[in-house]
């Protein structure tokens, strides 16, 4: 399966615990976004990266969520202290910057704080 | 601010009937629309984007500026169309690369 690929699919953990979610992006895929869907409404931008260089964040993104594409490759989406208002389902896309602007989604991860 | 707004959650209809999926959005630029859709148990997918002008599995849309609407058509549903679709704008790669979707509509096609 050469789509973008997101681990783990669920995870459910204790709020304020500390959770790390993780994207592969279609390879060669130079952009990488992230999502964040609850119930009933459209996924929400949180952030997106071009290669390494984070450019944009959005005012979702609070202090205690941090994400990372070190390599330009593969990105990780760290949520600290987590509250019950983060359960949600985390979308990662891709997308090349020559690419009719059209992103590829992977099929999420589901984050359930107990 | 750019907002995308789908007015129907849910939409049914019979097999054979037309279906027009409602999306108006506002943005004082020039934006691209694009209609994602979900099928159950599915990942999210691109169904179509009004720069291609393209019919895809029978489905339309037309980008209608004066009425800032990007409604999505299609004659005749068949009850493989049931899933749930999504409109999305993106504002343009100088405005930033996000897409911001509209809430989404659940359109089951009844036999």
């Known amino acids: 399966d050469t789509g973008v690929s997101q681990n783990p699919r669920h995870k459910i953990t204790k709020r304020g615990q500390n959770v790390t979610f993780r994207c592969d992006p279609i390879?060669?895929?130079?952009?990488l976004y992230w999502y964040r869907q609850t119930l009933g409404q459209g996924p929400e931008f949180l952030t997106y990266?071009?290669?390494?260089?984070?450019?944009?964040k959005s005012r979702l993104l609070s202090d205690r969520f941090s994400a990372e594409r070190p390599k330009g490759s593969f990105s990780t989406l760290e949520i600290q202290r987590t509250e019950q208002g983060d359960s949600a389902m985390y979308l990662c896309?891709?997308?090349?910057?020559?690419?009719?602007?059209?992103?590829?989604f992977g099929a999420g991860t589901r984050l359930s704080v107990l | 601010a750019q907002r995308v707004t789908q007015p129907e959650k849910l939409l049914s209809v019979f097999k054979g009937a037309p279906v027009e999926l409602k999306c108006n959005y506002s943005?004082?630029?020039?934006?691209?629309l694009f209609w994602y859709v979900q099928y159950s148990r599915q990942r999210l997918q691109l169904l179509l984007r009004h720069i291609s002008r393209e019919s895809i599995k029978g489905f339309t849309a037309d980008l209608n500026k004066g009425e800032t609407s990007f409604h999505l058509k299609k004659p005749f549903a068949q009850e493989e169309d049931s899933a749930m679709y999504y409109c999305?704008?993106?504002?343009?790669?100088?405005?930033?690369?996000?897409?911001?979707f509209g809430e989404g509509t659940q359109l089951t096609v009844n036999p």
């Open positions: 390879s060669e895929h130079n952009r």
């Open positions: 943005y004082s630029g020039s934006p691209e």
């Open positions: 990266f071009q290669n390494e260089a984070q450019l944009e």
């Open positions: 896309a891709s997308s090349l910057v020559s690419g009719r602007n059209i992103q590829y």
């Open positions: 999305a704008l993106f504002r343009g790669e100088t405005s930033g690369s996000r897409l911001t």
